[in-house]
């Protein structure tokens, strides 16, 4: 991912990370970091998965939002 936009003197963007429910519900719980080194991104989810389907990210702004704004980026289905 490249990193998130910011549009004039604006606040930069946050990658936010999503837990999705069965019934398509989303939990934000985390935010996307990106490694000064390899500039790969990673995120640590202190939540119990087991009551999920998948993980998502979408792109927010600065501080997150309480159900995503935008398309998601990425999404990975949890097996249960």
Known sequence: LPPPTASGGALPRVYEVW???SSGATDGVAFLSQSPVNRSWSTVIHSDLS??????A??????????????QLLSVQLSQ
């Open 51 to 56: 009551q999920y389907v998948a993980v998502a």
């Open 19 to 21: 837990l999705v429910g």
């Open 58 to 71: 979408t792109e927010e702004p600065y501080g997150g939002s309480p159900t995503p704004t935008s398309a």
